[in-house]
C-alpha cells in the first residue's frame, strides 16, 4: 500500500497499519496490542449485558490484518484476554477462529495484567517480555527508559478538531526511541494522550498517529508537534460513559 | 370573551384576593356549604369547569379539562379531592388519597405552597407533601409508609414508588391522580414513562378516578385516551383573544440570521412600556446574546435578567425570585420558563424568532396576564424574511383558533424495557399480565406480544440471538414461570438509572480571577456542553452568563475562564433552533409563499422580495417543491425549499449528497436551515431528473449505509442503552478522578450493528432517531407529498428566495460527516506547520 505511513524507532522501520496493528517488515513480524477478548462477557458477569459479539469482531479485524501482511511471527503484547477465566468463555467456533488465525506463523503471547496467564492451549511462546532485534516488546512501558521500547497498556487515543467538528480516535505514540500501540481490542476503551501517563514517557517532541479507515494519520503530539489542538479531558468524548466501574489500564 | 357571563371572574391561580364576585351557577349546589362559603369569602364563585369536574368526581368519572391559563385549572383538579377529604373523619388511617403529577420539580412545589392556603382557610386538615429528587431520602422512605392525603410529584418518582416492594400497599386505596401540564408530556419518551406508570396505578388502584389537565390544544382525544379509558372532556370558558403584534419595521428586514440584532432597541423600548416582560428565545446561545445587547442599550439601568437551563441553580433560583417579588422588568429566558410557576406580574411576552409552532405560541402568551378577561399581551421579533412568514402564519393560525396537532409517536421500546426491568423490582410479574396492562396505556396499544417478548428478553439476558448470557440473566423464572430480579443489585442498579432524561455531557464552568494559574478555583457560573467547550482554545472568548468570557483551559473536571473586556465574543456558540418548525405551521407558511394575493400584510422589503422572486424564478403553487439551481463563483448550487425544518432538511441534505456523488456531481457541501436546503457541487446539476432525485427510495439502502456512520444516529443509540439500561448513566461528581479508561457507546453501536442488526435496542433507535434527530418520519411524509409535483428552475444566478440559505452556508454548513477529511486537513496543518521556517 502506497498510503501506508511509517516510522523508525530505535533504527527500525515500522509500518503503521489502519487497524491499530503495527508491522515490522524486516522481521516479517505483525504486532497487537491490548486484544481485551471477551471484555463483553466480562461486563455482562456484573450486570451490563454487553453484546457478546466483541471477541468475533477482534479476530476478524486481526485475520484482516494477518491477511494483508502476511506475517511469519505475531507478537500480542499483553492484555489479550479481558480477564483470568476470559478463554474459557470463548465459544467452539471463536476458539477454532482463534487457532486458525495465522496458522503457520509463530506467535508469541506477552502477559499483561489483565492476563498474567494466557492458555497454554493458544501455542507459541508465552513470556512477560521479548527482544528481537533493536526492539524490547512487553505490555507495560518501563518506568525508565529502555531504547525501542514497543509497549501497550497505555490504550492512547487522540481528538482532532476542525471547523467545530472534533473526532476521536486511537493512535500510536512515538519519539523515534519507544512506541505506545493503540488497543485493538473492539470494546477496549481509550486514554487522552494528554493524560501524564503518556506524557511521562516521553522526555521531549513526540508524535501520535491516528487511525483512519484505511490509513494512519500523523495528527498531532508535543513539541515539534506543537500544532495539536489540546484535547479537554478524558471524559469529554461525546458519547462516552463508565460502565460499572472504572477500568484501570 | 369573559369567562361565565358578563362579569369578568380573574381566579389567578388560585389563591389571589383581588377578584370581584361572580354570581353563582347552578351547579353550586354540587359545592358543600364550607367551600361555598370559601368561596364567597373571597369573593369569588366556583368556575362552571369546576362545578363539572366536582360532578364527574362524585360519579367516579376520569376527565380531562382543557382550559387556558388563567381559568382556575388547577384548583379545579384538586376540588373533588378535597371535598372528599373534608367528608372523611378527622381521625383515619394514613392512606394516599390524591396523587399529582407534574412535570415540573419547581411546579409541584409551587402547586403544593398554593393548595396549603384553601386548606388551611377552610380548616380541612388535610395532610399535603411533596415528593422530588430533592426530597430527603428518610422523608422518602416514611412517604412509603406513612404517606399524606395528597402527594404531588414527578413521572421518575412515580415510576420509582410503582417499583417499590411498597407500592400495593400504599396505592390500595388512592382515589383520584391529577395530571397537570398534561399537554407538554404526553407524546413524549416521558409520556411513555408516565402512560406506563397510570396502566400501573390502574392494576394496583382499580377504583380511582384521574384528572387531566392542559392547556388549549388541536385535539384532545389522544390527551383523553392517555389518561384513562372512559375519560369525558370539559372545556374551560376560553380566555380573551390575546393580542399579537408583529415587530417588522418597513426599513430594514435582514435577509438572514436568527439574532434580530436590527430590533433590539424596539424590544428594549417594549420593556420600558410594560411592567414586567418575559423575552422568549429558542436556544440558550440566543439568550446570551439577546441578554448582552439589551444591556449593551440599556442606559436607563432597567432591571433585566437572564435565565436557562446552563445557568447555575443557585443563579436560576435568584432570578425566580427577584421575579416573584416583582423587582425585575424583563427576564430573557428560554423554553425552561414556557411552564409552569405562575408570575401574575407578567403583562408583555416578547419572542425572539419564530414561534416555530402555534400551540408553543400560545403557551408562552399565556405566561403574560394569568387572567382571563384582558388579553395577553405579545410581540413576536422575527429575525429574518422567512421569519416574518412563520410569524404572520403563527399569528393568524392563534387568531383563528388553529392549533398544530403533533404526530403521535409509538411508545419507545427502550422506555419499556425500563419500565419492565421496574416491574420486577416491585415484585415477581407474570408475562401475560404485564403485556396486557402494558397494552392499556395509549402509548404501547399497539405494541405485539413479539416485541414485548423481545424487550423481556433483552431486560432478561440481552436478547441477543446468540444465547451466551443465560448465567448473568437479570431476570429469571420462579417456579410458578413468573419474572423475578436474578440479584438485589440490579434493583439497585435499576433505581439509579431510572428516567429518560439523557443530558448531554456537561461540563462545569468556572469564574477565575485574572492572573491566577488556571485551575487555581473559581465560581462555578454553570455548565456547558462538552463538545462545546471542546472546541474552544485557551484564549478563545464566548458567552455566557451573560458575560462575554475568556477560555483559559481544562483542569480536571471544570474549564476555567475569565472576564474579558472584549465587547464580542469570537466563537459563537449558536446551535440552530432547538425546535424544529412545526408540521402544521410549516404548511401555512408554504400556503402563504404559494398565494401573492395575501402578500399584502407583509412588510414592505419581504414583499418586495417575494415579488421578485415571482418575476425571476418561480413561486411554487400549493402542494409544489421548488428546486432551482444556478452557478455562483466557481460552484454548481441545487437550492430547494421543503419547509419541512432543519432536521428532515439535514437528513435530506445527508441522503441527496450520497446520490449525487453516485452521479458524479461532485457535491462538496450543504446547509440546511429551516425552510430550505442548499447542496453545492463541481458540477452544473440542473440537468438532472430531480422525480429521480428527490425518490422516496433513497430512505432504502441510502439511509441504511449513512446510518451505520452517522453520529446523530450513534448519539441516539446511546440514548436508548442508557434508558434501556444497557449502560449505566454517568453522574457528575461520580467520576473518579486521575486516569481513567473510557469506553464508547460508539464501540457497542458498531459490535451490535455487524452482527445483530435487528436486535431490538437497533430498532428502539431506529424509531427514536425516525421522530427525533433524523424526523425522517417527516422527511418521507414530504418526499410522498412532492412526488410528480417538483418545479425545476434553471437559474443563471441565485434567485432572491435562495439567498438566506446560501447566507447561512458559513455558519451552519454540514460537509456531510466525513471523518477522513477531518484527519487529513489535521495531517496537512501539521506539514504545513512543520515545514515553515
Known amino acids: 500500500m502506497t498510503d501506508d505511513l511509517s516510522i523508525d524507532v530505535n533504527g527500525e522501520t515500522l509500518v503503521l497499519d489502519a487497524s491499530g496493528a503495527a508491522w515490522w517488515p524486516e522481521q516479517a513480524t505483525l504486532v497487537f496490542a491490548d486484544i481485551h477478548f471477551e471484555k463483553g462477557s466480562s461486563y455482562a458477569r456484573r450486570g451490563a449485558l454487553l453484546p457478546p459479539y466483541d471477541t468475533r469482531t477482534t479476530l476478524r479485524r486481526m485475520a484482516e490484518a494477518i491477511a494483508r501482511r502476511a506475517p511469519r511471527r505475531i507478537v500480542a503484547l499483553g492484555d489479550s484476554f479481558h480477564d483470568r477465566d476470559a478463554a474459557e468463555r470463548l465459544d467452539d467456533g471463536e476458539r477454532a477462529a482463534l487457532a486458525r488465525l495465522g496458522r503457520g506463523a509463530e506467535w508469541v503471547w506477552i502477559t499483561g495484567n489483565h492476563d498474567p496467564a494466557p492458555p497454554s492451549w493458544l501455542g507459541g511462546a508465552i513470556v512477560p517480555e521479548i527482544r528481537l532485534a533493536g526492539l524490547l516488546f512487553r505490555h507495560e512501558p518501563g518506568v525508565f527508559f529502555q531504547p525501542g521500547e514497543i509497549a501497550g497498556h497505555l490504550h492512547p487515543c487522540t481528538t482532532v478538531t476542525r471547523r467545530g467538528r472534533s473526532l476521536r480516535r486511537r493512535c500510536f505514540v512515538s519519539d523515534g526511541r519507544r512506541m505506545v500501540l493503540p488497543a485493538f481490542g473492539a470494546y477496549a476503551g481509550g486514554l487522552d494522550l494528554r493524560d501524564p501517563a503518556i506524557g511521562a514517557l516521553f522526555e521531549g517532541a513526540f508524535g501520535a498517529f491516528a487511525l483512519g479507515t484505511a490509513r494512519v494519520y500523523a495528527v498531532a503530539g508535543r513539541g515539534a508537534f506543537h500544532s495539536m489542538r489540546r484535547k479537554a479531558s478524558e471524559e469529554s468524548q461525546p458519547n462516552a460513559i463508565a460502565i460499572a466501574t472504572v477500568e484501570s489500564p | 370573551m369573559s369567562a361565565a357571563g358578563t362579569t369578568p371572574s380573574p381566579q389567578p391561580h388560585f389563591a389571589d384576593a383581588q377578584c370581584p364576585p361572580l354570581r353563582g351557577g347552578e351547579g353550586d349546589s354540587f359545592l358543600p356549604e364550607a367551600f361555598a362559603n370559601w368561596f364567597a369569602s373571597r369573593g369569588w364563585s366556583a368556575r362552571p369547569h369546576q362545578l363539572a369536574l366536582i360532578e364527574r368526581a362524585a ?42 403529577i407534574s412535570p415540573l420539580k419547581a411546579l409541584a412545589v409551587d402547586v403544593a405552597r398554593n393548595l396549603e392556603t384553601p386548606v388551611a382557610e377552610m380548616g380541612l386538615g388535610v395532610r399535603i407533601e411533596t415528593r422530588t429528587g430533592d426530597t430527603p431520602a428518610s422523608r422518602r422512605q416514611r412517604q412509603k409508609t406513612l404517606p399524606p392525603d395528597i402527594l404531588l410529584t414527578t413521572p421518575e418518582q412515580l415510576a420509582l414508588l410503582i417499583a417499590s416492594r411498597e407500592a400495593p400497599r400504599l396505592f390500595k386505596n388512592l382515589r383520584a391522580v391529577v395530571l397537570d401540564e398534561l399537554h407538554a408530556i404526553n407524546n413524549t419518551k416521558r409520556g411513555d414513562l408516565l402512560a406506563l406508570g397510570l396502566a400501573r396505578l390502574r392494576a394496583l388502584a382499580p377504583g380511582h378516578r384521574s384528572v387531566g389537565l392542559s392547556a388549549t390544544v388541536a385535539d384532545p382525544k389522544p390527551l383523553m385516551e392517555f389518561l384513562a379509558p372512559g375519560t369525558e372532556l370539559v372545556r374551560g370558558a376560553a380566555g380573551a383573544q390575546p393580542e399579537i403584534s408583529i415587530l417588522a419595521s418597513d426599513a430594514h428586514v435582514p435577509w438572514s440570521g436568527h439574532l ?160 419492565v426491568l421496574g416491574s420486577a423490582c416491585a415484585a415477581p410479574f407474570d408475562a401475560d399480565a404485564l403485556y396486557a396492562e402494558i397494552a392499556s396505556a395509549s402509548p404501547y396499544k399497539s405494541l405485539s406480544r413479539d416485541e414485548f417478548d423481545r424487550v423481556l428478553d433483552f431486560v432478561a439476558t440481552g436478547g441477543y440471538a446468540l444465547k451466551r448470557y443465560d448465567r448473568y440473566a437479570r431476570l429469571r423464572r420462579t417456579d410458578e414461570g413468573k419474572w423475578r430480579v436474578a440479584h438485589p443489585r440490579v434493583a439497585q442498579q435499576y433505581r439509579m438509572n431510572v428516567g429518560v432524561i439523557v443530558e448531554d455531557p456537561m461540563i462545569d464552568i468556572r469564574l477565575q480571577s485574572k492572573g491566577r494559574p488556571t485551575g487555581a478555583g473559581g465560581r462555578s457560573l454553570g455548565q456547558l456542553e462538552e463538545y462545546f467547550v471542546e472546541q474552544l482554545v485557551p484564549g478563545d472568548t464566548f458567552t455566557f452568563a451573560g458575560d462575554v468570557l475568556r477560555f483559559e483551559g481544562i483542569r480536571e473536571d471544570a474549564a476555567y475562564v475569565t472576564r474579558t473586556r472584549d465587547p464580542e465574543a469570537q466563537v459563537p456558540s449558536y446551535n440552530g433552533g432547538k425546535f424544529p418548525l412545526s408540521t402544521f405551521l410549516a404548511q401555512r407558511v408554504r400556503e402563504m409563499v404559494s398565494k401573492p394575493e395575501t402578500w399584502d400584510v407583509l412588510p414592505e422589503p419581504v414583499h418586495e422580495w417575494l415579488r421578485i422572486q415571482e418575476w425571476r424564478s418561480i413561486i411554487p403553487k400549493p402542494g409544489q417543491l421548488l428546486v432551482e439551481t444556478f452557478p455562483r463563483g466557481a460552484k454548481q448550487y441545487l437550492v430547494c425549499y421543503p419547509f419541512e425544518g432543519r432536521l428532515a432538511h439535514q437528513t435530506l441534505g445527508m441522503l441527496i449528497t450520497r446520490r449525487l456523488e453516485r452521479l458524479r456531481m461532485r457535491p462538496l457541501g450543504f446547509s440546511a436551515n429551516e425552510y430550505a436546503l442548499a447542496i453545492w457541487a463541481l458540477r452544473d446539476m440542473g440537468g438532472l431528473d430531480m422525480a429521480k432525485l428527490f425518490d422516496e427510495d433513497m430512505l432504502g439502502d441510502d439511509l441504511d449505509a449513512w446510518l451505520a456512520e452517522s453520529n446523530l444516529y450513534k448519539r441516539t443509540f446511546r440514548n436508548c442503552a442508557i434508558i434501556a439500561g444497557l449502560i449505566e448513566r454517568r453522574f457528575p461528581g461520580r467520576e473518579k478522578t486521575g486516569r481513567q479508561v473510557t469506553f464508547s457507546s460508539d464501540l457497542i453501536y458498531d459490535v451490535l450493528r455487524e452482527h445483530e442488526p435487528d436486535h431490538i435496542l437497533l430498532r428502539a ?44 452556508i458559513s455558519k451552519e454548513m454540514v460537509a456531510g460527516e466525513a471523518h477522513e477529511d477531518i484527519l487529513r486537513e489535521a495531517e496537512e496543518s501539521l506539514i504545513a506547520d512543520a515545514m515553515r521556517i
Open chain 2, 59 to 100: 360519579q367516579g368519572k376520569s376527565v380531562l379539562l382543557v382550559a387556558p391559563t388563567g381559568g382556575g385549572k388547577t384548583l379545579a383538579g384538586f376540588l373533588p379531592s378535597l371535598i372528599e377529604l373534608a367528608a372523611l373523619p378527622a381521625r383515619r388511617p394514613r392512606e394516599l388519597h390524591t396523587l399529582y
Open chain 2, 260 to 419: 434580530a440584532r436590527h430590533a433590539m432597541a424596539d424590544v428594549l423600548d417594549a420593556i420600558r412600556r410594560a411592567k414586567t416582560s418575559l423575552v422568549f428565545v429558542n436556544t440558550r446561545a440566543q439568550a446570551e446574546l439577546t441578554f448582552q445587547q439589551l444591556w449593551r442599550l440599556n442606559e436607563d439601568n432597567l432591571a433585566i435578567a437572564l435565565h436557562h437551563g446552563s445557568l447555575a441553580p443557585a443563579q436560576r433560583r435568584k432570578v425566580e425570585s427577584a421575579m416573584t417579588r416583582g423587582n425585575l422588568r424583563a427576564v430573557v429566558c428560554t423554553s425552561t420558563l414556557d411552564l409552569g410557576i405562575d408570575w401574575g406580574a407578567v403583562d408583555n411576552v416578547i419572542c425572539i424568532g419564530a414561534p416555530k409552532g402555534a400551540a408553543r405560541l400560545v403557551q408562552r402568551i399565556g405566561r403574560a396576564n394569568h387572567r382571563l378577561d384582558e388579553p395577553s399581551k405579545a410581540l413576536l421579533v422575527p429575525s429574518n424574511r422567512f421569519e416574518v412568514l412563520e410569524c404572520e402564519a403563527a399569528r393568524d393560525a392563534v387568531m383563528a383558533g388553529e392549533l398544530d396537532g403533533d404526530r403521535l409517536r409509538k411508545g419507545g421500546l427502550d422506555v419499556l424495557a425500563q419500565h
Open chain 2, 765 to 808: 433507535t431506529y424509531e427514536d432517531a425516525a421522530t427525533g434527530l433524523l424526523d425522517i418520519a417527516r422527511l418521507a411524509e414530504m418526499l410522498a407529498r412532492v412526488r410528480g409535483r417538483i418545479v425545476t428552475k434553471r437559474l443563471d444566478r441565485v434567485s432572491p428566495l435562495a439567498v438566506p440559505a446560501l447566507l447561512e
